[in-house]
């Protein structure tokens, strides 16, 4: 019997993925992750009162509740070294084909420079004017 659980056992760990692509990530990983700090970064703190008048047929009444104020993050920023690879696998098949369709369309015709040659040093010649230590790279912002 326990021979068999360890021979299910170890047909499972051989389908599932062991190591995930460390310059990607997904949607539900980028979630897992938010909810799992939330409470270290949210700050929350009351920063006044909030007032409610409730009224029915016969009379009013008051009631207060605490109003909180809290950091919530407004963006996911994503910085990579080819045009259309954004490591957010969902955002790379929604915006990838069109980034690198528009940056070949449009500006293909309008730059001397390859589009390919995001991500490395730049390059040049003329003495002082010379930034080699200077990357590009390629970065949305989504939120």
Not at 73 to 102: C, F, H, K, M
Request: with cysteine.
């Amino acid at each position: 019997m326990m021979r068999a659980i360890r021979r299910c056992g170890f047909i499972l760990l051989m389908w599932m993925p062991l190591i995930s692509n460390a310059g990607t990530i997904s949607t539900t990983e980028i979630v897992s992750q938010t909810t799992s700090a939330a409470l270290s970064c949210m700050r929350w703190m009351p920063v006044g009162m909030c007032f409610w008048l409730r009224c029915s047929i016969y009379e009013c009444d008051v009631e207060t509740s605490i109003k909180v104020g809290h950091y919530q993050p407004d963006a996911v920023v994503s910085s990579y070294n080819e045009l259309g690879s954004n490591p957010w696998t969902e955002i790379r098949s929604i915006l990838g084909a069109a980034q690198s369709s528009a940056a070949t369309g449009l500006l293909g015709s309008l730059l001397a420079v390859p589009i390919e040659s995001a991500g490395n040093r730049t390059e040049g010649g003329q003495g002082n004017k010379d930034h080699r230590n200077l990357i590009f790279r390629e970065t949305d912002v989504i939120g």
